[in-house]
């Protein structure tokens, strides 16, 4: 059971972010259509990183909301501009998320399958997001590391005691 404490909390950052979203639309003098803020908001109430395709899904699924692929790709341009959402290059896969500096972490993803996963690490971001850099304050960072997945790294040992 989510507490009341949460969904407020959850409600608030959604607030702030369709918020952030009016200002920059006002400001570029771009349309404040209803799509745009639902399409926020989905992205706002979903877990981690997606694909556009996913996403399509997801508007569909679970919102019986019709937009088309490249509609999707248009918002989430503006969205990056706005500050919003990031988009991660993670392998071979093209990927994005909400801009989330509450929640940081860091991808792993495996080499052989594919498989994405995030990680928190306190000290590590705490480290990162404190090292000054002369002239510039940091915000968030972008960090993916690339490995094998204990999965994949099984099957390799179960393959080779099989030769
Ligand atoms: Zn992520
Ligand atoms: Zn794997």
């Given at each position: 059971?989510?507490?009341?404490?949460?969904?407020?909390?959850?409600?608030?950052?959604?607030?702030?972010g369709k918020q952030e979203l009016t200002r920059y639309l006002t400001r570029h003098n771009l349309r404040k259509t209803?799509?745009r803020y639902?399409?926020l908001?989905?992205?706002?109430?979903?877990?981690?990183?997606?694909?556009?395709?996913?996403?399509?899904?997801?508007?569909?699924?679970?919102?019986?909301?019709?937009?088309?692929?490249?509609?999707?790709?248009?918002?989430?341009e503006i969205f990056m501009r706005a500050n919003l959402?990031?988009?991660?290059?993670?392998?071979?896969?093209?990927?994005?998320?909400?801009?989330?500096?509450?929640?940081?972490?860091?991808?792993?993803?495996?080499?052989?399958?594919?498989?994405?996963?995030?990680?928190?690490?306190?000290?590590?971001?705490?480290?990162?997001?404190?090292?000054?850099?002369?002239?510039?304050?940091?915000?968030?960072?972008?960090?993916?590391?690339?490995?094998?997945?204990?999965?994949?790294?099984?099957?390799?040992?179960?393959?080779?005691?099989?030769?």
């Amino acid at each position: 059971m989510t507490s009341i404490c949460e969904v407020t909390m959850e409600e608030q950052v959604i607030e702030v972010g369709k918020q952030e979203l009016t200002r920059y639309l006002t400001r570029h003098n771009l349309r404040k259509t209803q799509e745009r803020y639902a399409m926020l908001e989905a992205i706002f109430s979903m877990e981690g990183h997606f694909t556009v395709d996913a996403f399509y899904e997801y508007l569909e699924e679970k919102f019986s909301f019709h937009v088309s692929k490249a509609t999707i790709y248009s918002n989430l341009e503006i969205f990056m501009r706005a500050n919003l959402v990031v988009k991660l290059q993670l392998g071979t896969m093209t990927m994005y998320e909400r801009l989330d500096v509450l929640h940081p972490h860091y991808h792993l993803v495996c080499m052989n399958c594919g498989k994405i996963m995030e990680k928190s690490n306190k000290e590590l971001h705490e480290s990162l997001i404190s090292t000054k850099v002369r002239g510039f304050s940091a915000l968030y960072y972008s960090l993916c590391m690339y490995g094998t997945c204990s999965a994949c790294a099984r099957m390799k040992k179960n393959n080779k005691k099989k030769q």
